[in-house]
């Protein structure tokens, strides 16, 4: 009887140890594990590309002050996600998101395709002060975004740490990176060519803060938030939206 | 590291751990040059380390309900940064997280752990320095925690923010305390362990394994402060929900549910229940909680039959959580009317009570279709608070009105009419809290998807949090009712210690002596 084995077990404290990390362990390996070795979990994008080093510099500012607190990066399966924020995010489109943003919370709204969708000046402004914009806004105010230079010397270790878990950057991305950083907020670099060369003819190289004369950390949030959905083209070309008056929900494609 | 970091984040982390690791270094040699216990110190259980604890859980609580009162505060005006990096919402919001789960749950988790270990077991501690590097090196990781976040050092992952030097100290604590617990069991004079043990103990051991996994990460450097996560995208995710939700599981119920144990009937004076719906609940906790975390990722890029599994897990999780929340109140059967006039007893009784509540919410919001609509709302937020606030605090609130006159040795609290004001500040507060977030999420949730009859969506996003300003008023002066409930049980429990006499017949909880175990069943 189960309760008689239990009389056993918990008589015993190296016994009962065991059997805790034994039954708990098996959830688990059953659901994480998989994740790693079946193939179609993640789709398969050929035309996915790695963020710049700008990009990145941007993202681990978004993450530094926590913007994902507030702002989801996952467009659900549901009809009317779709319909306010474009096509549902597919598995690939953070292969590359050390770790992922997705979010848990919307107290503002999903941002996995906000790139493109607003002016750098628009966003500019309303990093700033978002009352400046939109007059009912509750985000804070990141003015120190504009007045900050950005750190660009530990780019070269960042790129590195990136791949080292597994994101494909090529030797010539690492050993560039401070440089491509600069060259993207500053189109008459010399650089930007081989930044161009190294990272695809689709990479914005702008004056991402309005200020030709320094790369601040708004140059590198602004390149970030406008590459957001970006990175490849598999959700705009393979997505059918099955759409369905009694249920919101939308069919996922493999599902 | 205060010097040689390579930027100042880094460095100022350094500072904190160089300031705390000399203040640890002298309390620690002051522990040290005193005498070794005597034989008849030996007798005694060791309580130091315990009466420590509790102080440290009720500043980190103070201090973590706070800022949460803060962050509730600025979604509503957000101009309460007054334009300070640090003091921006997504800074602030892990130190409100971090400082009331680890910090005021975590160092009463410790602590209570401490006193029940040597009770249950009839023994002291193996010795005296262990606990004290285990309790304050916690406290230094929730120091150089809460210090990075507003410091903008954050790993991003939800409740797992810390960089990867605090989280590799924190496997050197936990691993320590893992085997200072074991250590004492191995010494008790009882046959049985206890099930409040099995409780802490799973704690313990699963705390340890998401944690280390969690965490996985290379740093840039290690002269600075940031790592980049093993894991990426769609494995990520499920990773850190598999945490996330086992945080949850595993830090905030079973941990608690080890307290209710030992607390909640030696308080009624009665046995537990049923010693078999205790064996039942904590191996179907223990079994499937670790399923669940998948459905905190319904409808999104991960693959359909994991969130499918992880729905049907949490259903079924239902039946050990109200077995432990039903354990507990019938054990109170035969004791309601100490319920009624004890409000120490009350808080715990309150504490089955939303534990048994949050369960089931979270096993319905868990349900696909629900979740479509809760998922990205104040419900979650709501959720959650029915749990930390009605569950969590409120066992701890009753259990430190009960072991802080045992373990000091006072006749009873300095004040009885003050605990009767802060439980129904309390539930007063939590209320308010737990209406406005619910009637905030469902409200969100349906503008979201409200479609005009030409097919297009009626609400812009602007107009649905336009429309939360009023919720979020709301729970922001229901958090601080619970604030100010939380400061009262400080001010009460300081006053119990300087000023209630001591009570004349103490040995019974402070000599290792007879067992303290609420009997009944449980050693049947």
């Known amino acids: ?255 | 590291m205060a010097l040689a970091g390579h930027d100042i984040g880094f460095q100022l982390q350094g500072a904190v751990i160089v300031t705390a690791a000399l203040v640890t270094l002298g309390a620690l040699f002051s522990i040290r040059s005193q005498p070794e216990a005597t034989a008849e110190e030996l007798t005694y259980y060791y309580d130091a380390p315990i009466k420590a604890g509790i102080y440290l859980s009720l500043i980190w609580a103070m201090l973590g309900m706070f800022v949460g009162v803060w962050v509730a505060l600025l979604l509503a005006y957000p101009e309460l940064t007054f334009d300070y990096a640090w003091a921006s919402l997504g800074r602030l919001r892990p130190v409100h997280t971090s400082g009331v789960i680890f910090g005021f749950g975590g160092n009463a988790l410790i602590a209570t752990s401490f006193h029940v270990v040597q009770r249950t077991s009839r023994t002291r501690l193996p010795d005296q320095l262990s606990p004290w590097f285990v309790l304050l090196g916690f406290n230094l990781f929730c120091l150089v925690a809460a210090t990075g976040y507003l410091l903008g050092i954050t790993q991003s992952k939800e409740y797992a923010e810390p960089e990867w030097y605090a989280d590799i100290w924190l496997v050197i604590v936990w691993v320590t305390y893992l085997v200072l617990y074991l250590r004492t069991l191995a010494r008790r004079q009882e046959p049985h362990i206890y099930v409040a043990n099995w409780y802490y103990l799973a704690f313990i051991l699963v705390v340890a394994v998401l944690h280390i996994i969690n965490n996985l990460a290379v740093p840039v450097s290690f002269l600075g402060s940031k790592s980049y996560s093993l894991f990426s995208g769609v494995q990520d995710a499920m990773t850190q929900w598999w945490y996330g939700h086992n945080a949850v599981a595993f830090f905030l119920t079973s941990g608690f549910l080890g307290m209710l144990y030992y607390y909640l009937p030696k308080r009624a004076e009665r046995p537990i229940y049923s010693y078999r719906m205790s064996i039942i609940s904590f191996w179907g906790i223990t079994f499937m909680y670790m399923w669940a975390g998948s459905h905190h990722l319904h409808y999104t890029a991960l693959p359909q039959w994991v969130q499918t599994l992880g729905v049907t897990f949490s259903v079924m999780l239902l039946v050990p959580s109200w077995g432990s929340a039903g354990n507990a109140l019938m054990t109170l059967n035969g004791a309601w009317h100490r319920v009624r006039d004890d409000a120490t007893l009350r808080f715990m009784m309150v504490a089955a009570v939303f534990y048994g509540i949050s369960t089931f919410e979270g096993s319905f919001m868990a349900i696909r279709p629900v979740n479509s609509l809760s998922h990205y709302t104040d419900w979650t937020i709501g959720h959650v608070h029915a749990g930390v606030l009605g569950w969590v605090a409120f066992i701890v609130f009753g259990t430190f009105y009960s072991l802080v006159p045992w373990i000091w040795h006072r006749e009873r609290m300095y004040s009885l009419i003050l605990i009767e004001v802060h439980f129904w500040l309390a539930i007063a507060g939590t209320i308010i809290y737990l209406i406005a977030m619910w009637n905030a999420g469902i409200t969100q949730g349906i503008m979201w998807r409200t479609y005009n009859e030409s097919g297009t969506l009626t609400y812009s996003f602007l107009e649905s949090f336009v429309a939360m300003h009023p919720y979020y008023v709301a729970r922001a002066f229901g958090g601080f009712l619970f604030l100010v409930g939380a400061a009262l049980a400080f001010y009460n429990i300081v006053m119990t210690v300087r000023h209630v006499p001591l009570a004349r017949n103490v040995t019974n909880d402070a000599s290792v002596g007879p067992l303290s175990v609420p009997t009944g069943e449980a050693t049947a």
Request: hydrophobic share 40%; aromatic share 6%; glycine share 6%.
């Open chain 1, 1 to 255: 009887m189960i309760f008689t084995l239990h009389n056993k077990i918990e008589r015993n404290s190296i016994v009962l140890a065991l059997g805790i990390i034994a039954v708990s362990a098996i959830g688990g390996l059953v659901e994480i594990a998989p994740l790693f070795t079946i193939d179609d979990t993640v789709e398969h994008a050929p035309d996915m590309r790695v963020y710049t080093p700008l990009e990145l510099a941007g993202r681990n500012i978004y993450i530094r002050e926590g913007c994902y607190a507030c702002h989801s990066q996952m467009i659900r399966t549901l009809k009317d996600e779709v319909d306010r924020y474009g096509p549902y995010s597919r598995a690939v489109e953070s292969q590359y998101d050390h770790p992922m943003l997705w979010g848990s919370k919307r107290t503002g709204p999903d941002l996995a395709r906000i790139g493109e969708k607003y002016s750098d000046l628009w966003h500019t402004r309303h990093l700033v002060n978002p009352r400046d914009v939109v007059p009912q806004s509750i985000m804070p105010a990141y003015s120190w975004l504009l007045e900050n230079e950005l750190n660009t010397t530990d780019l070269r270790g960042n790129l590195k740490a990136m791949s080292r878990v597994g994101v494909p950057y090529e030797d010539s991305m690492i050993n560039l990176a401070n440089r491509d950083a600069v060259a993207q907020a500053t189109p008459s670099s010399d650089d930007v060519a081989g930044l161009i060369a190294r990272y695809g003819p689709a990479t914005s190289v702008r004056v991402f803060d309005g200020d030709s004369q320094r790369v601040t950390e708004m140059d590198a949030v602004v390149a970030y938030l406008q590459i957001l959905g970006r990175l490849t083209e598999i959700a705009h070309s393979e997505q059918s939206v099955q759409t369905d008056t009694n249920d919101n929900t939308i069919k996922a494609e493999g599902s």
